[in-house]
């Protein structure tokens, strides 16, 4: 049985948005796992945030908890005063990267509920700290001020 003029272009019009949507499905899909989230050690807690989950760690590297392992790896502690998360990464550290600093670290929760990172950004203002990290630091009173930043 043939079809008319009238149902081939709704077959052909049917098809089209099929695949279009088949499409934006494909591209919705792949951008939700490139989305990293950013959490303070609080809301990794608050949020049960599963192990294996990829996502930015931020708050302060806490007081006496830098600790040098084997080779270039490196054992330390992000706290956002109330909580805290021991991170561990392998790398180079940046120069800025320092006790009682800002930091903001990439990576995924393990089931021992540590913190790999595979990136470390340490910053010592707000003009170069992401705008997340410095307000929940302000919200927490624990933001010092530096001289001569611009707000």
Do not use: C
Not at 17 to 26: D, P
Not at 133 to 142: E, Q, S
């Amino acid at each position: 049985m043939a079809m008319t003029r009238k149902q081939q272009r709704s077959a052909f019009i049917v098809t089209g948005l099929v695949i279009l949507g088949a499409a934006a499905a494909l591209v919705l899909t792949a951008l939700r796992d490139t989305i990293v989230f950013f959490y303070t050690p609080s809301e990794v807690i608050s949020k049960k945030v599963e192990p294996g989950t990829r996502f930015r760690l931020g708050g302060l590297v806490a007081k006496d908890s830098i600790e040098r392992l084997q080779g270039a790896k490196v054992r330390f502690t992000v706290t956002d005063t109330d909580n805290t998360l021991t991170v561990t990464y392998a790398g180079t550290l940046p120069d800025l990267f320092r006790e009682g600093q800002g930091v903001v670290t990439e990576g995924q929760l393990l089931r021992s509920g540590h913190f790999e990172a595979d990136t470390v950004l340490a910053k010592h203002d707000e003009n170069y700290m992401p705008k997340e990290v410095a307000d929940a630091l302000k919200k927490k009173g624990v933001w010092q001020e530096q001289s001569g930043v611009k707000q």
